[in-house]
C-alpha cells in the first residue's frame, strides 16, 4: 500500500469489518483511486492483500511487467509459457493453485483494461 501512495495522490476510502476467523479482530478494506485506476487492498492485523485492481491508465505495470498501451506481440513476449499462437480480444491469465485472476482486454490491438481478482478468505 505504501508503493501505492507513494506514488500519486490518491483518494481513500475505507470500510471495516469483523474477520470471519479471529473473534474480535476487525478488519479493513482501502479502495485506492487513481483517477482511472483504483486498487482494493484487503489489510488484517499482520498482512495487506490486493483483493481486486482495475487499471485503465498508462500509469501502473503488472509485476509480469505488461500494462495499458501495450500491443499484442509485446504482451505475448511477457507470457511464453502459455504458448499462444494468437491473442485474442480478451484473455484470462488464472492460477490454478490460488483462486485469482488477470483479465486483460485488447482495443484496435492494444491493452485497453487490465483487471485483477484476488482470493481473500
Not at 46 to 67: M, P, R, V, Y
Not at 99 to 108: A, G, K, R, S
Request: net charge negative; glycine share 4%; aromatic share 16%.
Amino acid at each position: 500500500m505504501d508503493y501505492l501512495t507513494s506514488r500519486i495522490d490518491p483518494v481513500i476510502s475505507a470500510e471495516t469489518f469483523f474477520n470471519r476467523h479471529v473473534d474480535g479482530q476487525i478488519d479493513t478494506l482501502f479502495t485506492l483511486r487513481f483517477a482511472k485506476d483504483y486498487f482494493k487492498i484487503y489489510k488484517t492485523a499482520s498482512e495487506n492483500f490486493l483483493q481486486e485492481a482495475c487499471i485503465q491508465s498508462e500509469t501502473f505495470k503488472t509485476k509480469d511487467g505488461f500494462h495499458v498501451g501495450m500491443t499484442k506481440s509485446e504482451f505475448k513476449r511477457l507470457i511464453p509459457s502459455y504458448e499462444l499462437s494468437k491473442i485474442p480480444d480478451y484473455i484470462r491469465l488464472q492460477s490454478f493453485e490460488v483462486l485469482e485472476w488477470i483479465d486483460v482486454v485488447f482495443i484496435q490491438g492494444r491493452i485497453q483494461t487490465i483487471k485483477f481478482s484476488g482470493y481473500v478468505d
